[in-house]
């Protein structure tokens, strides 16, 4: 698998993604700058983690209007395959590529922890290696992490299957408490429609070997890779 | 009208903080009256802050160098080798007065100065820690002032994109009115590209980058280095506004800057900005420097050659360049959207010109600027040793103690704090808070670096040279507990004033302690920060020299964590004597509402020992939890390695000269608790034994109830629970 991880001016967790792809798919992605308008066909482009402009104006408002974005929604409209993580969710949404919106927590204060997900669907191509009811526990970091929905589309996400995670405990059950931003019916990550991007909050690339603490989110990136291949 | 027509009086002097004598002593060197912007620079290059005047004579003693140690204290950040061509660049420095006024702000920018340094040096920054001090919990702004310093060091760091993987969090009253808010920062580099301040080569192009220069933090070296007093509401405007993600953008354009060998010299502005920046460059480098202001990125309007000199603006970086490298730096500063200008050229008049408007501001020596600043030899004396405490009675009830003192403001989880931090970014955390030291793995090595602040003022303020050798031993023990060996350290040594020769004395006694313990325990100090005028109103703080100390692990594989991990393992007490130390202790503040007493002595040697047995113990995979003895002793380390490990544990107390509480809570230095197989407890206690360590077997891990003797049985659930609540419920009830 070929993947390519975009660099905005603020992006901050592209190495950790990196890392976890060429764990995965045994090849270090390419490294994209936000400026680029032609980038080479890949099977998937990664929008990491990060503070994309500072989260100035609104976190992921600045770049979902960078001129990359356009060679994503070719990507996108090809059919291949998206994936947003934390700023890069933010990014999604902000683009008009993932429904909804991503608030501040409700705490009103930056988080960080260990968070269990539930996998809400297996029907994707990044979650076919996964089972639905499968636990991830993964770190999350964020302050703008609340995804908001209302209830027409809430509706629709239900009924099209496009929720793919959920904050859960660690038991797998989901809660109000496991919930740490607010989010609509404890959402952690959604796919569109067409369901070949996928935007989540939390951080499945720091969880990939075993010394950092845990290798669940290195399943989710296993999986992709193998759809992929496949 | 220019700005060179203002008259120098009295009053002027006097609120630029120089004392008569030493605005004679100015007139003397320079053989005219300075122009206003002069006596700014002399401020700015004079104060407390800039020049450790108060401080230098006694900084002079500490032990600063070591086979390991690459770059003592003088440059941005100390740097210290880790082998295979790498090293390892770090510093801690204060940011308290402008966080008690703008918590918020103040402490966000505190952590952009303190990555600044090091990524000054050509160092990745790789982890943040902290040390943060706050007054009692019920004074009336401690809730605000806790959350606006948490969320300033988060929306910093976590912007910035590097983990914040450690620190402390204390409450006491002496810290109402000046909370203490040190930032420590942690960078990785090759060894044979460091940068340094130095600037060389006549002609050469003195290069601004970064943001804009504005009207904020004017004077803010000279506010930090006076007293509060109640007039504080108006030194707001003296704070800065921090950008974090200008400071991340300024990392990897100056990184991406450096690797093409177009760099001489780079010095960030921090405290007095461009004037401190550019002095040192120039000094430093046996050269002159000449400035045009009116090339400087502004984003005021009519600022005054004054107000840029003396503006700390954040995230503002000068450099000296190799002459024809310009447009290398031009692409790469666009590339990355910084502003950027030419401002000066070095010179060989040794001379610190600054010329706006084509008129001649600024006419100083550059190196007397430096060199000729004062240096006082205050007058101090010992402050009294307290006498020992009188025997106390036991306690009634050991089970309701525990759970207090777990639960207390000071022994309390950390969680809320520290949850506000990201602490996984860059993926290498390998043990982040909440544990003793924070470890870091070394991307594409076997390595790690062990990182951990200390100090415990109480035990400071009790006897301040045992007290400083303490926060040396706790940071020497907490690195060792995770299985590495201590390298260096940087120290924030914070204080009252200095004037008054009782607080004198307590910096110059500690400063004797750091320096023995840190001689003693093989950990020079390469770098630090003194934070003196902690006070408001003739009351100062309670003497807080905190330790940051940084050890290495051969392999991060081999590290170990205070959780208790397998049932049926082995618990022991190994290193110094038990002796049921209460003075200064946790129990005697928090059970008996007192602080009375010495603090417990330290015995360096024994801490030695202690430390290299446990670290050599661990490496070879023999113990398989960890935990140094400190603040609550030995019950709250128990409590919080059940904690920590969900497990519980049956333990004996076997002291005999000891009542069931002072063997819980005392105090005592030099010792961890270690948990290892059943059938190492025997070899372990006799090559404990052969190095002069003390061990005592205490019990076995297991079960869902933490039970001591016949006086403690608590479910780990209640443990957890008294020990999580405080700080939520604390900063809930407002």
Redesign the interface.
């Known amino acids: 698998m070929r993947a390519g991880v975009i660099r905005f ?2 992006t ?2 592209e ?2 993604m990196a ?2 792809l060429e764990l995965a798919t045994g090849r270090a992605p390419d490294m994209l700058w936000y400026t680029d308008r032609d980038i080479p066909q890949l099977d998937l482009l990664v929008l990491p ?3 994309s ?4 104006l609104r976190a992921g408002a600045i770049a979902a209007r960078a001129p990359i974005m356009r060679a994503v929604r070719d990507h996108a409209a090809q059919g291949r395959l998206v994936l947003g993580v934390c700023n890069g969710f933010q990014i999604l949404t902000e683009a008009g590529l993932l429904p909804g919106a991503l608030i501040r927590n409700a705490s009103l ?5 260990i968070q269990a997900l539930k996998v809400a669907t297996s029907k994707t191509p990044f979650t076919g290696g996964l089972a639905v009811g499968d636990v991830l526990k993964v ?1 999350l ?1 964020h ?1 703008d992490g609340n995804y908001t929905a209302d209830a027409d589309l809430l509706a629709s996400l239900e009924d099209n299957d496009q929720i793919v995670f959920q904050y859960c405990d660690i038991d797998g059950t989901v809660t109000v408490p496991a919930n740490p931003n607010g989010s609509t019916s404890s959402i952690a990550g959604i796919v569109n429609e067409r369901r070949n991007v996928l935007g989540l909050m939390p ?1 499945p ?2 969880r ?1 070997d075993n ?2 603490g845990g290798t669940d989110g290195f399943r989710l990136f296993e999986s992709i890779a193998h759809r992929v291949a496949a | 009208m220019s700005e060179n027509t203002i008259s120098i009086t009295p009053e002027l002097v006097a609120d630029h903080g120089l004392k008569p004598d030493e605005y004679e002593k100015i007139v003397e060197l320079i053989g005219r009256e300075p122009t206003i912007t002069e006596l700014g620079i002399f401020s700015a290059m004079w104060n407390e802050h800039c020049s450790y005047k108060s401080s230098k004579k006694w900084l002079r003693t500490l032990p600063t160098e070591g086979p390991q140690v690459v770059q003592g204290p003088g440059e941005n950040a100390g740097v210290v080798d880790i082998g295979d061509g790498m090293v390892v660049v770090f510093k801690m420095e204060s940011h308290n007065h402008p966080s008690f006024i703008e918590p918020y702000q103040g402490a966000a920018t505190g952590v952009g100065g303190i990555l600044r340094d090091v990524f000054t040096m050509g160092a990745r920054p790789i982890a943040a820690l902290n040390a943060l001090r706050f007054g009692e919990p019920e004074y009336e702004k401690t809730r605000h002032l806790v959350s606006g310093v948490v ?1 300033g060091i ?2 910093y760091g ?4 590097v983990p914040t993987v450690g620190g402390e969090v204390e409450f006491h009253r002496r810290y109402n009115t000046n909370i203490l808010v040190n930032a420590m920062a942690v960078g990785i580099a090759r060894a044979d590209e460091i940068f340094y301040a130095k600037a060389s080569g006549v002609g050469n192009p003195v290069v601004y980058l970064g943001s804009k220069t504005g009207r904020d933090g004017v004077g803010g070296a000279t506010m930090a280095s006076a007293e509060f007093d109640d007039a504080i509401d108006e030194k707001r405007p003296t704070v800065q506004v921090g ?4 400071e ?2 300024l990392l990897e354009a100056c990184l991406e800057l450096m690797a093409t060998d177009a760099v001489i010299a780079i010095q960030d502005m921090g405290a007095a900005g461009l004037t401190c920046s550019a002095v040192e460059m120039g000094a430093k480098g046996d050269l002159g420097i000449k400035l045009n202001l009116n090339a400087v990125p502004v984003r005021e309007e009519r600022m005054t050659g004054y107000e840029m000199m003396l503006s700390e603006s954040q995230e503002r970086m000068l450099m000296v360049l190799k002459p024809g490298r310009e447009e290398i730096a031009t692409a790469i500063f666009e590339k ?2 910084l502003d950027f200008a030419v401002i000066g050229e070095t010179t060989d008049t040794l001379r610190f010109e600054v010329i706006k408007d084509g008129e001649v501001l600024a006419d100083l020596p550059i190196k007397e600027l430096g060199d000729e600043a004062p240096e006082y030899d205050r007058p101090w004396m010992t402050p009294e040793p307290l006498p020992p405490l009188e025997p106390l009675d036991p306690p009634a009830d050991l089970n309701g103690v525990l759970l207090k003192l777990l639960g207390s403001p000071d022994l309390a989880s950390r969680r809320w704090v ?10 290498n ?2 043990v982040g808070p909440g544990g003793d030291a924070a470890v870091v ?1 070394l991307s594409g090595t076997d390595k790690a670096l062990a990182v951990s602040v200390d100090v415990t003022p109480r035990y400071c303020e009790a006897d301040p040279l045992e007290g400083a050798k303490q926060a040396v031993a706790e940071c020497f023990r907490n690195i060792c507990a995770v299985g590495a060996k201590p390298l260096a350290a940087t120290d924030n040594l914070n204080f009252g004033n200095p004037e008054r020769p009782e607080i004198m004395g307590q910096f110059v006694r500690a400063i004797e302690g750091v320096g023995a313990a840190c001689k003693a325990l093989d950990m020079p100090i390469v770098s630090g920060n003194v934070s003196l005028y902690n006070e408001t109103n003739g009351r100062g703080i309670l003497p807080t020299p905190a330790i940051g100390g940084v050890g290495l692990l051969p392999s ?2 081999t590290h170990t964590t205070i959780a208790f991990k397998e049932t049926g393992d082995a618990i022991l007490v190994i290193g110094g004597a038990t002796l049921g130390h209460l003075g200064q202790s946790s129990y005697l503040r928090e059970i008996l509402d007192r602080e009375d007493g010495p603090p417990p002595p330290v015995d360096v040697e024994i801490e030695r020992k202690a430390g290299d047995f446990v670290r050599r113990e661990i490496g070879a995979g023999r113990v398989s939890a960890c935990h140094d003895i400190s603040d609550g002793g030995l019950g709250i380390a128990l409590a919080e390695m059940a904690i920590a490990g969900n497990k519980g544990a049956i333990c004996d107390l076997d002291f005999p000269d000891l009542s069931p509480f002072e063997a819980l809570f005392g105090e005592d230095q030099a010792r961890y608790v270690v948990t290892c197989a059943p059938s190492r407890v025997e070899s372990l206690t006799r090559d404990a034994d052969e190095q002069g360590l003390a061990t005592t077997w205490l019990g076995t891990v297991g079960g869902e109830e933490l039970t001591i003797g016949r006086s403690v049985a608590i479910s780990v659930k209640e443990l957890r629970g008294a020990h999580e609540s405080w700080f939520p419920r604390y900063m809930k009830s407002a």
């Open positions: 001016p603020g901050n967790r190495s950790d890392y976890a983690g990060g503070f402009y500072g989260d100035y204060t930056f988080v960080c922890r770190p970091a302050h951080h690339e720091n990939v010394a950092q | 969320s988060g929306g976590n912007a910035f994109g950008d974090p993600f200008a991340k953008l990355w959207g520290y949850e506000q931090y990201d602490h996984y970014i860059l993926g955390t390998l793995r991060g594989k």
